[in-house]
């Protein structure tokens, strides 16, 4: 099996099962807190771990610091933009994702629809554990123009 048709059997996949939980009435914002909460576990965070996907950081800032950079360095998100980070919230772009089928299918014509992406789960779990904040997913803007999806996390 090529890259493109293992993204593209990913695509389906996710979408499916994503979609399918939001049809049994379950928000995406929801579903990335449970997601986060998961990827705290042990186990996961072992597979996470072996995957490289590490985040390092002792506060919010060196935490979402630590996700950009890898995140950017992994290339299954094309381009993330840290575009404002306060005691009280994040907001970050993620540009041209390889899982943007996906979300697509998802959210449909609604371009405010929170989806249910994996890597704000895996950003507010290592705000999370980072210690200090209590991260949640609280808004998310699609970009047509851009390919690209603005969300916001709040922190508490």
Known sequence: MEYK?????????????????????????????QVSSEFAEDDIR?????????????DTKSTVDSFVE????LGAVQKVTLTN???SEVEIELADCVLIPATALIRGNNRTLIP??????MLVAAISE?????????????????????????LE
Do not use: H, Q
């Open 5 to 33: 048709d293992l993204i593209n059997l990913t695509n389906i996949i996710i979408a499916t099962v994503a979609r399918s939980i939001m049809r049994m009435g379950l928000s995406g914002d929801l579903i990335v807190s």
């Open 46 to 58: 072992k597979l996470v771990d072996y995957a490289g996907l590490k985040f390092s950081g002792n």
């Open 70 to 73: 890898l995140m950017n360095k």
């Open 85 to 87: 980070i306060s005691d």
């Open 116 to 121: 249910p992406c994996a890597w704000m789960a």
């Open 130 to 154: 980072s210690g200090g904040k209590v991260a949640n997913l609280s808004e998310a803007l699609w970009k047509p123009e851009t390919n690209t999806c603005a969300f916001k996390l709040s």
